[in-house]
């Protein structure tokens, strides 16, 4: 049986974002600071893109209350990602990543995949499927998780 999410994912980003932080720098990055922003623009244009079509859906956007879900968004950026915003999450990870000059601090990039696939993506996934059927499924089977 999945659980229904207890941590929101803006926490859980948070939380990853603090550890890439505080963790020490053996392997120093040398990257263009210029990278950063690019990275940062590109997760805000998906972030954006996202939201608006959550709202032009009149879709629920609070992830702990999966039960209020009366629609599953797959135009626009959907076509492409069933979870654009996680993505854009993931995406700034990785530029504070690049910012930090850190190799080391990647890991906090791969633990909020792994997390928030766990703790978010799987519940939502389970309720939809319940909620959605086989219009889900099918969207499933076409558009893949992350990218």
């Known amino acids: 049986m999945i659980q229904k999410p207890i941590v929101p994912p803006p926490i859980i980003f ?12 053996p392997y120093p990055l040398k990257i263009n600071a210029l990278a950063v922003y ?4 590109v997760s805000s244009v998906i972030v ?4 608006w079509q959550f709202y032009k ?8 209350h999966l039960e ?13 990602s069933r979870n654009p915003m996680y993505l854009s999450l993931a995406g700034l990870l990785v530029a504070w990543a690049v910012y930090l000059q850190s190799a080391v601090s990647f890991l906090g990039v791969f633990l909020f995949v792994y997390l928030i696939t766990q703790w978010q993506i799987k519940p ?5 499927e319940k909620k959605f059927g086989d ?4 969207y499933k089977k ?3 998780r992350w990218i």
């Not at 948070?14 to 720098?25: D, E, H, R, S, V």
């Not at 690019?38 to 623009?41: A, D, K, P």
């Not at 859906?57 to 702990?64: M, Q, W």
């Open 68 to 80: 209020k879900s009366n629609v599953f968004v797959v135009d626009g950026i959907y076509r492409f």
């Open 142 to 144: 076409k558009v893949r």
């Open 38 to 41: 690019l990275i940062v623009s």
């Open 14 to 25: 948070i939380g990853c974002a603090l550890i890439m932080a505080y963790l020490p720098n």
């Open 48 to 51: 954006f893109f996202s939201l």
């Open 57 to 64: 859906s009149k879709a629920n956007i609070n992830p702990i």
């Open 135 to 138: 219009s889900y499924l099918a």
């Open 124 to 128: 939502e996934e389970y309720w939809l």
